[in-house]
């Protein structure tokens, strides 16, 4: 069963349907969907271009904007972003950006297309703290401009989330490998089991580097105080992160008890179905007109047949696994076994021996600049949403603040 995880779950265009959605596209003078981009990858350009047969100049436009753009193209929750501002959905339903993206960025790497040439060295030196998409972005942005960059990223391997957090069947390392080797191809450099504030202090990175650029991501599962202790509860990233280290190659129970509504919590149940756990249940504060997680990752679960119970919380246990449920309207209450009880109710930032003041996930900054410092944040620490999007966006975000400071604006 273990193989259908590592399968990725939505196939790809082939050369004749990639055509015909991109022949759907109404050309739009003033292109709401590259407006409604966190990235500015501009869909609007690269749809054009891949309508008239330019898939050359389609790859350009995604790669010179987007640094992760295969990443992208598969993960990111489209039906809230660049299809929300389709002018298609009036007439019948949006054009399948994400999917004319990943068969650009295919493309782009099956023919070896080496778009990026940057610029000669420019004497300056950054820091960026994590490899997380804000980081790896930030890097790439800086790296073309002619910055020598170094990551310090306290894994095993780089890609932060993306690697060790997105299940395989979404999200294959390989693509995660593709993107990082680009960026590295840039010169970029990559200190891995390297933690900042264990291993090396921010203060020798400071005195170092003409900036430094921070992008810790939310890695740290949260615990709500009933389970603390409790030997039947895992938290989600660290289940996760354990399935696709392991491939697909753990041990699955009978009855699974998942709480939570996110995309974490819907990676969490459909994980646990492509491996073959019979009893999936998801018990999700949120009713299902509040749903935080992305219709794609909904859908999946739902087809997988995953039991969703929307609008209750926990409130107790009880020995043998029992959970018990209130629900946040009605006078309604559930108890539910499980062999495993699985935490998907949020992640926090763990920024050990930084010295950051870390306030709801985030770092109090002026833009994204910490004031009188070469600091700079970018990623989950920064404003903005907590998705790979917005951490492409923050990080080119950064790229651009720095290289203002260090020319002095």
Same mark, same amino acid.
């Given at each position: ?18 055509m ?6 109404? @050309? ?18 690269? $749809? ?32 809230? /972003? ?10 019948d339903?949006?054009i399948?950006? !994400? ?14 297309m080496?778009?990026?040439e940057?610029k000669?060295l420019?004497?300056?030196k ?5 490899? !997380? ?8 942005e ?9 990551i /310090?990223?306290?894994?095993? %391997? ?46 020798? @990175?400071?005195? =170092?580097? +003409? ?18 202790n ?9 289940? @996760? *992160?354990?399935?696709k280290s392991?491939?697909? *190659? ?7 008890l ?13 994980t ?13 504060? =949120? ?14 679960? %739902?087809?997988?047949?995953v039991?969703i119970? +929307? ?8 020995r043998?696994g ?14 539910? *076994? ?8 949020? %992640? ?5 021996g @930084? ?5 709801? !996930?985030?770092v109090?900054?002026e ?7 070469? $600091? ?7 404003? !903005? ?13 950064v790229a ?8 002095? *604006?």
């Amino acid at each position: 069963m273990s193989k259908k995880y590592q399968e990725e779950y939505e196939a790809g265009y082939s050369p004749r349907l990639v055509m015909e959605e991109a022949s759907r596209c109404l @050309l739009c003078l003033d292109a709401p969907c590259s407006q409604h981009c966190p990235a500015g990858t501009d869909p609007a350009k690269f $749809i054009r271009s891949v309508r008239f047969k330019n898939i050359k100049g389609a790859a350009e436009t995604v790669r010179i904007n987007n640094a992760l753009g295969a990443i992208c193209a598969r993960v990111c929750p489209t039906e809230r /972003y660049c299809q929300e501002g389709c002018s298609r959905s009036g007439i019948d339903k949006p054009i399948d950006i !994400g999917r004319i993206q990943r068969y650009i960025t295919d493309f782009e790497a099956a023919t070896k297309m080496e778009i990026w040439e940057p610029k000669p060295l420019n004497g300056k030196k950054v820091a960026v703290v994590g490899s !997380g998409p804000g980081g790896l972005t930030a890097a790439a942005e800086l790296a073309l401009e002619g910055f020598k960059v170094t990551i /310090y990223e306290k894994d095993a %391997q780089a890609g932060g989330y993306l690697r060790y957090g997105i299940p395989e069947y979404r999200l294959s390392n390989s693509v995660v490998d593709r993107e990082i080797n680009r960026i590295v191809r840039l010169g970029v450099d990559i200190a891995l089991n390297t933690r900042v504030g264990v291993d090396v202090s921010l203060e020798d @990175l400071e005195k =170092e580097n +003409d900036a430094v650029v921070i992008s810790i991501g939310s890695c740290k599962g949260k615990v709500l105080p009933m389970f603390e202790n409790n030997r039947k509860v895992k938290l989600a990233v660290d289940w @996760l *992160k354990q399935v696709k280290s392991r491939k697909g *190659k753990v041990k699955i129970p009978e009855n699974v008890l998942v709480i939570g509504g996110g995309d974490v919590a819907m990676d969490t149940v459909t994980t646990l179905k492509l491996l073959g756990c019979p009893h999936v249940t998801d018990v999700v504060y =949120e009713q299902f007109n509040e749903f935080r997680a992305s219709e794609k990752e909904l859908k999946s679960a %739902q087809e997988q047949g995953v039991t969703i119970i +929307d609008g209750y919380i926990p409130v107790g246990t009880a020995r043998g696994g029992i959970v018990k449920f209130k629900h946040r309207i009605i006078p309604s209450e559930l108890k539910i *076994k499980a062999d495993l009880i699985i935490l998907a109710v949020g %992640q926090c930032v763990d920024p050990t021996g @930084l010295g950051l003041e870390i306030n709801r !996930g985030e770092v109090t900054f002026e833009g994204n600049h910490l004031k009188n410092s070469k $600091i700079f944040v970018a990623g989950d620490i920064a404003h !903005g949403e907590k998705t790979v999007v917005w951490g492409v966006r923050t990080g080119k975000e950064v790229a651009y603040a720095v290289r203002q400071f260090v020319r002095g *604006k």
